[in-house]
Every structure is written in structure tokens, then in C-alpha cells.
């Protein structure tokens, strides 16, 4: 496919390069035109197999379903822009009903942004207003947006903070990987029970006071990171930590969240609840949107104290209302889709780890499926190389990947993507990882 894709292809990226400022674009020629359901296809026509979800946003399909459209076209016809933080809309606030319904009894209140980071953003001045302390707290290998704020959160890659810090107010803590335990941990409890330790002796102990701490920051799974699951007790002890302290918790759901796990939200898989949640990516079901919700608890913020432009947009909300009236009605049949299609994943990338030695480590929950990939399984040295032909070779064989942290690559397809589709997919991907392991020899 890449021989074919490589004129038309070839010639847009090109004139990208002479007008867009550089982003984190993917080595492979990939030039969207269009999409449906399960599959993308490229400028020349071309159709690949979707397991990215055009990074997590299209979780009910690439260019969302019909009832999701129609819904844009409806609105567009109306009113598409309301200045809702100076006026007053309805369907904003239908949206946020329905919205508020899925989370956890006691919360109340939701901001509208444009994205994730601008999200995070909102949650940063939420928690020092709330709580009247200046420090926050975020984890190593943690991504939580590019923004001067949340970027100072964001500890992933030193690319990502290059020429743009001092980033003060923000200590990084070790989040607990069973594969690598950054404090030399085997045994996923004792990692967990580390991590929390490490809080206590050395950001209390040593950089800052817990009673000057507003808010630590988290996603239930590490996403840019590497796909990181901790273990299963991390988040009650971090909960109880937090309690302890009257520190707020704050859960950055923008990647993990919206059915992604087989839950609404994919901290309930660890059976903790936080304090503030940001969402967004899926949220809009392709349209930009984040949201800042909060416990109602916490109460309210002074007028004037935050606000935007563009939050709350109409076309936007019209997406993410009929986005969510979709996930409500069909959300039992989502949930066993989710854990039935999630669990042939694993069983299949388990496989591979039993008979390559490139697969090092396999984890997620859900259709959200990370495989990192190792030169050796002993020292665990991270194939990077190696990783950059394992997609450049799906990508020829009409399979759209993603990769996530060091040598990771992430398996986040549509949920709503057909068996046989999904299968083949995983084929396409046992081909590339087959050929690979080769090239370890």
C-alpha cells in the first residue's frame, strides 16, 4: 500500500512541511480523506483497519455513527456558537444532566473547554481555588496536556518541557508499573505500597508540606506513558493518602474515560472515586469539547474567576448529546463488547508474548491495549527501532497503530469495531511482529 500511497500522499506532506509548525506527526505517510465505522482510508483511496481511534476520539467509530451526525447537521442549522459563559443555553445544560447522571452520586458542576489539556487546565484552578493551597502533585510517565499548566503536570518525554519551563507548583511522584517498578519493586503490592511511601517520606518529608498539597493528579491508566495499568490497590491507598490530608484527587479520564475500559469512567475499575474528573477526546464523538466535573460538594467558584470563549459550543454539545444518548442506550450491550472483544485482544497479544521474544509485556483493560516490545526479554531494553517497523509494516498491510511511550504500541480501536474486522487486524498485527523478531536475530 505505501508504493500506492506515496504520490498523493507524498505531496501533502511536502506542503505541510513548508507551513504548519511541526507537531508530533507519525513517521508512515498517513493523509486522512475519510472514514466509516471500522476503517480510514487515505487520500488515495486506500482502507485501513481503524486501532487507534484517531487517538481515542473516535470510540464509537471512525467518523462517529449516523445518529452523531445528523445531530452536527441539525445544530449547524440553528446556532452554532451561543457565548455560553456569558449567556444562557438550554442544550448545554440538558447535555450536562445526562452527563452529571453517569458519574457518581454526589457530583454536580461541569466547565466546558475546548480539549483535554484546557480541561486540566480548569481542574488546576478548580482545586487551588477549593482548596487555598498552591501545590499540586502529578506522576512520572504521566501525560496531561501541553498547555503551560498542565504541561507542568505532564512528566512523559523532556521534549515535550524543552525551552518552556520553570514549571513551579508541581512535584512528580513514581507511579507503580508491575513491568518496570521505577523503585525496584516485583511484587505489584509492594510497588503500589512504594509509591505511596515514596509520597509520604519524600514530597512530604522533604519538598512540601501535605497541608499545602490542592491536588494530586492521575490517569487511571497511563496513556502517552506507555498504556500503564498499576496495580489494583494503588488508588486506595492514594484515596486514603489524599483523605488523610484533605488533599483533593483528580482523574484525568481524557484518553482512559467514556467506555474505553468497559466503564464510563475508567477509574470505577479500581473501585476509588476522585474528587475532579476531566474528560474529552471521545467526549464530542469527533468534535472538540473537554469538561472539568466536580464533586458538588466543593461548591461553586466566584463569577469571572474562569471562564472561555468557545466552551459549551453548540455543534459541539449537539455531537457529544447524541454521542452520549447512544452510549446510555446501548450501554450494557458497550460493556460486553468491550470485555469480550478486550479479553480476544489479550488472549491473542498473551500468545505472542508466549512465542516472541520482541513482546516483553502486554497489559490493559478493556480496548485499551498496550504491547511493549523488548530486545530481549531478560534485560528488557526497549526496541524502538524495532517498534517503528512493526508499525510502518501494519501500516503497509492496511492497519492504522499508534505508539505510546518508549517501544509501546497501543491497541485502541473503535468499541464498536466488528469481530471480523478486529481479527484481521490482529493478524495483520502477529504478521508484523513475526517479521520483527527476525530482525532481533
Do not use: W
Not at 11 to 28: A, C, F, L, P, Q
Not at 273 to 282: G, H, L, S, V, W
Not at 390 to 412: A, K
Request: charged share 25%.
Amino acid at each position: 500500500m505505501c508504493a500506492k500511497v506515496e504520490g498523493k500522499a507524498r505531496k501533502v506532506i511536502e506542503r505541510d512541511s513548508k507551513v504548519m509548525i511541526n507537531t508530533t506527526r507519525e513517521h508512515y505517510p498517513f493523509v486522512a480523506e475519510k472514514g466509516d465505522g471500522d476503517f480510514a482510508y487515505d487520500i488515495s483511496g486506500e482502507k485501513l483497519i481503524d486501532f487507534s481511534s484517531f487517538i481515542g476520539v473516535y470510540t464509537l467509530g471512525v467518523n462517529s455513527n449516523e445518529s452523531i451526525r445528523k445531530a452536527i447537521h441539525s445544530q449547524v442549522d440553528r446556532l452554532m456558537h451561543s457565548a455560553f459563559t456569558d449567556f444562557y443555553s438550554e442544550p448545554p445544560v440538558t447535555f450536562t444532566e445526562k452527563l452529571l447522571a453517569m458519574f457518581p452520586k454526589g457530583f454536580g458542576r461541569a466547565f466546558f473547554s475546548n480539549s483535554g489539556t484546557e480541561a486540566n487546565e480548569a481542574a488546576i484552578k478548580l482545586s487551588r481555588l477549593y482548596t487555598k493551597r498552591p501545590y499540586l502533585i502529578s506522576f512520572y510517565n504521566a501525560f496531561h496536556g501541553r498547555t503551560m499548566g498542565s504541561l507542568g503536570l505532564t512528566a512523559s518525554k523532556p521534549i515535550q518541557k524543552e525551552h518552556f519551563g520553570p514549571f513551579s507548583g508541581v512535584v512528580q511522584a513514581h507511579f507503580p508499573s508491575p513491568y518496570r517498578c521505577e523503585l525496584n519493586h516485583d511484587h505489584n503490592h509492594d510497588c503500589a505500597t512504594a509509591c505511596i511511601d515514596y509520597i509520604k517520606r519524600n514530597i512530604f518529608g522533604k519538598i512540601v508540606p501535605a497541608k499545602e498539597v490542592a491536588a494530586i493528579f492521575f490517569e487511571p491508566i497511563q496513556g502517552e506513558g506507555g498504556y500503564i495499568v498499576p496495580p489494583k490497590d494503588f488508588f486506595r491507598q492514594l484515596r486514603e493518602l489524599a483523605d488523610e490530608h484533605q488533599i483533593l484527587l483528580v482523574s484525568d479520564e481524557i484518553q482512559a474515560g467514556y467506555m474505553r475500559t468497559g466503564k464510563f469512567l475508567a477509574l470505577d475499575n479500581f473501585g476509588v472515586q476522585a474528587d475532579i474528573y476531566t474528560m474529552a477526546k471521545a467526549l464530542g464523538g469527533g468534535l472538540p469539547i473537554g469538561a472539568t466535573i466536580t464533586r458538588h460538594s466543593l461548591g461553586n467558584i466566584p463569577n469571572g474567576a474562569h471562564a472561555n470563549t468557545f466552551g459549551g459550543n453548540l455543534v459541539s454539545i449537539a455531537a457529544a448529546n447524541a454521542s452520549l444518548d447512544y452510549v446510555i442506550k446501548n450501554k450494557k450491550g458497550l460493556e460486553a463488547q468491550v470485555a469480550a472483544k478486550g479479553k480476544y485482544v489479550m488472549k491473542r497479544l498473551s500468545e505472542l508474548k508466549e512465542d516472541y521474544e520482541i513482546v516483553g509485556d502486554v497489559r490493559g483493560i478493556g480496548l485499551m491495549i498496550g504491547a511493549e516490545l523488548v530486545k530481549s526479554k531478560r534485560t528488557k531494553e526497549y526496541a524502538i527501532k524495532e517498534r517503528a517497523k512493526v508499525l510502518d509494516e501494519c501500516f503497509t498491510n492496511g492497519l492504522l497503530l499508534l505508539p505510546c511511550g518508549t517501544s509501546t504500541i497501543r491497541i485502541i480501536p473503535p468499541i464498536t469495531i466488528s469481530k471480523a474486522s478486529l481479527e484481521k487486524g490482529m493478524d495483520i498485527f502477529e504478521g508484523a511482529i513475526r517479521s520483527a523478531n527476525k530482525d532481533l536475530r
